[in-house]
């Protein structure tokens, strides 16, 4: 039971537009929500947070939107820069704490 | 932020045998750590939460008695992945809190196993 959902495995934008990463919830229970960049042979980092209580929480060029009529938050990123290129994953914190995370989608971004 | 290091990044061996995975937390002293296993295309999953000093605590569905977890100080948890099948191939990665948030979980650079 995919309880977080990445259905983008890939993304491929150019430089300076923006990239809109996609994430899909079905617990309506999830009250808090993160984003983690992942390079290659490195393991992921925290990127962006956003509560349940808001619909956007926005830090320089990274702004997560959370719609929880619809279970669906977005990662945009503008403008897209080379040194994106990374996995994003999205997950899902549950009441206990323990983060529930999408399969993570490929973003790369060409110069 | 803080590091987390975990070894070995790359781990082949045969079925039937053992493998031990090292996380360390490098500069800070976690309490609490975790284990993910992720399966290609797949999301990464908690297997177990492990607090030093303590018993681990598995997710359903996971064997406490193959997959070992000690975190025996505050900076070194270790995964111990015994008698080896194929189907246990899979990337494993560590991450390691300095708090009470996710914002605050560091995570190792992962393992890849690989048993013939």
């Known amino acids: 039971d995919q309880q977080v959902k990445q259905n983008s495995p890939s993304l491929s934008v150019q430089e300076g537009r923006i990239s809109i990463l996609n994430c899909d919830y079905t617990n309506s229970m999830f009250d808090y929500f993160l984003w983690y960049k992942k390079y290659p042979a490195e393991g992921p980092t925290f990127l962006i947070s956003i509560s349940s209580i808001k619909d956007k929480n926005e830090d320089g060029r990274f702004t997560v939107f959370l719609n929880k009529s619809a279970k669906h938050l977005s990662l945009h990123i503008v403008p897209s820069q080379p040194g994106d290129s990374a996995v994003y994953f999205c997950a899902a914190e549950n009441q206990g704490g323990k983060l529930i995370f999408g399969q993570g989608t490929e973003l790369s971004v060409k110069p | 932020g803080a590091v987390v290091s975990q070894h070995p990044s790359w781990v082949i061996c045969k079925s039937g045998t053992s493998v031990k995975i090292e996380c360390r937390s490098l500069?800070?002293?976690?309490?609490?750590m975790f284990w993910y296993r992720q399966f290609p295309k797949q999301s990464l999953m908690l297997m177990a939460t492990?607090?030093?000093?303590?018993?681990?605590?598995?997710e359903q569905g996971v064997e406490k008695d193959k997959f070992l977890i000690n975190h025996a100080s505050l900076t070194l948890s270790t995964l111990t992945v015994t008698s080896a099948h194929p189907e246990d191939s899979s990337f494993y990665i560590c991450?390691?809190?300095?708090?009470?948030?996710?914002?605050?979980?560091?995570f190792g650079s992962g393992t890849q196993l690989s048993v013939l």
């Open positions: 991450s390691a809190t300095t708090g009470v948030t996710n914002e605050k979980l560091f």
């Open positions: 500069d800070f002293q976690a309490t609490t």
């Open positions: 492990s607090n030093e000093g303590s018993k681990a605590t598995y």
